[in-house]
């Protein structure tokens, strides 16, 4: 995924990620007061649950929720933050955290050893989605109020693994007899800087957040004490609220925009290399599809390089299903476009020019003006080999639901690591499971289960077997399988006030401001 020089990123990090202002600019958008408000294309909150919360809601609960350690992008490593330090013992199966003193929860309840274990233990026990990420943990002890020790079946990076976007929030289990519905009302038991002030679902102006005056990490200089977030499908609009100052931050601009922010004055731009990648999911338990060799057909028929093109900067060339910057990433791989040998498949499966006419159906994120290009081009590229292509943009939560009832051949989204791993991808996207939630191609490979299963300890006792494991999982499913496709890395192209100062990218967290580190100045 990183195309630039590491250097290069790092510098851009270090520098709050911003470009000035050119010299021919536009009028600048008016002032903003200590709100922070937050511009999304898709709904905020899916799940308000910490331990089975797994989608666009992270934007949020990483600004109300916090976990042991977080992802340092500048060190590649785990840094404090609700623990201040940890040791793992020389087989990596006991790892012990000393934890912060004076942190409440937004309860009142104090944050304790006793609380790290009762949360943990709970979203192991809710077995979700993403609970997945303490599978190697065997037992939990609370020491004394401000140690914790996990002992692991296996050896696994668990400092790491502490720090991930999904399932590793420590939160107040005693905030309500009936957690689950509780937190479904819309309310929280984090110890992050903001707590629910409201929330509206499905509205436009869906969230908000306002300060917990008791967070440890304390209020003593400028910071926003309101955050919202809004939702606005249409880019151009999103746009224009930020021009008019009823916005402070665009997560996501189509090239275009992003030429054109970078050259009016009071906004600032950020670019920045991402772990998230584009991926087409093949159903291959059904339809036309299930041919295994429509599927390689279809590989072989988008225009990899020319998507890169017409995206302009927003997206970097995929060489497998793991970007660049992590760990298991194969180089070498970048694919190409190849119609005639798309044709030759096609035909051997009685399709294609002359034969009988394909229909496909593909869903995509509503609002996301990358995804639709991307779509626009491939029922382009499709049409002259007599196959129409049926495209519906739909807001995330309806295209997930259908997706969950295998209705559709072909699921367009984006996954990122749930922490700074690559086996995020293969566990959740790829593996056989007997319910459907990410694994959107109902992919069934007992040999491709087998080494993904080998992953997490593989990584920790043996990066050389973990390296090979992963290529070979990469052959395996995208070339033998062609179970999906994946088109290109995201570049992130950020649009805000430059009356912000602080904000950085970090990409464990994908398109989460971390509010509280910002300074609001003007």
């Given amino acids: 995924m990183r195309r630039r020089l590491i250097a290069a990123a790092l510098a851009l990090l270090l520098a709050g ?21 937050y511009v999304e294309n898709l709904g905020v909150v899916t799940d308000w649950d910490p331990a089975s919360s797994y989608s666009n809601e992270i934007i949020a609960m990483q600004n109300i929720y916090e976990s042991l350690t977080i992802y340092n992008p500048v060190t590649k490593k785990a840094s404090p933050r609700l623990a201040t330090s940890w040791r793992a013992s020389a087989d990596g199966r006991t790892w012990t955290f000393t934890l912060r003193s004076g942190v409440t929860f937004h309860t009142g309840r104090p944050m304790d050893a006793a609380a790290v274990k009762a949360s943990i233990e709970r979203t192991m026990r809710s077995k979700s989605g993403p609970s997945y990420i303490w ?38 289990t005693a905030a309500a007899p009936d957690l689950k519905a509780w937190f479904a009302a819309g309310q929280d038991a984090g110890t ?19 300060a917990y005056q008791g967070y440890w990490g304390g209020w003593d200089r400028p910071h926003y004490t309101t955050v919202k977030y809004v939702v606005e499908p249409d880019i151009e609009e999103a746009w224009r ?57 279809l590989r072989k028929t988008i225009d990899y390089s020319g998507t890169l093109r017409v995206l302009r900067g927003a997206a ?9 910057g992590l760990f298991g990433h194969s180089a070498g791989r970048t694919p190409r476009q190849d119609l005639q040998g798309a044709a030759d498949l096609l035909a051997r499966a009685g399709y294609g020019p002359g034969r009988l006419p394909l229909r496909l159906t593909l869903t995509y994120a509503q609002g996301d003006e990358d995804q639709r290009v991307f779509v626009r081009r491939l029922a382009a590229t499709l049409e002259p080999l007599n196959i129409t292509l049926v495209a519906k943009a739909l807001p995330w939560e309806e295209q997930w639901a259908r997706g969950k009832r295998r209705g559709q051949d072909i699921f367009l989204m984006y996954w990122w690591p749930d922490y700074a791993d690559a086996y995020s991808w293969f566990t959740n996207v790829f593996r056989s499971a007997e319910g459907v939630q990410f694994n959107l191609t109902y992919l069934k490979d007992r040999e491709a289960d087998a080494l993904i299963d080998t ?21 395996r499913l995208l070339d033998v399988q062609a179970a999906a496709a994946v088109p290109w890395v995201v570049n992130y192209q950020r649009a805000y006030l430059s009356g912000i100062q602080g904000y950085n990218d970090n990409p464990a967290y994908p398109d989460v401001v971390f509010v509280h580190e910002l300074r609001p100045v003007g």
């Fill in 192 to 210: 992050g800087p903001y707590t629910v002030a409201g929330w509206r679902k499905g509205k436009s102006d869906e969230l908000t957040l306002k």
């Fill in 241 to 297: 609220r930020l021009m008019r100052g009823e916005v402070s931050f665009v997560h996501r601009l189509n090239p275009s925009l992003y030429r054109r922010a970078s050259r009016t004055a009071g906004v600032r731009t950020a670019a920045m290399p991402s772990f998230q990648t584009a991926m087409l999911l093949f159903n291959t338990s059904a339809g036309p599809l299930a041919d295994v060799r429509i599927r390689r057909a």
């Fill in 17 to 37: 990620c911003s470009t000035a202002p050119q010299a021919r600019q536009e009028q600048r958008p008016p002032a903003k007061d200590s709100t922070f408000v």
């Fill in 135 to 172: 599978g190697a943990v065997e037992s939990i002890r609370a020491d004394d109020p401000l140690t914790v020790t996990f002992t692991l079946k296996y050896a696994v990076p668990l400092d790491l693994v502490a720090s991930s976007g999904y399932a590793a929030y420590i939160y107040d």
């Fill in 455 to 475: 992953l997490p300890e593989l990584t920790v006792t043996n990066r050389a077997a973990a390296q090979e494991a992963y290529a070979k999982l990469d052959r």
């Fill in 316 to 324: 970097s060339p995929s060489t497998g299903v793991i970007p660049e």
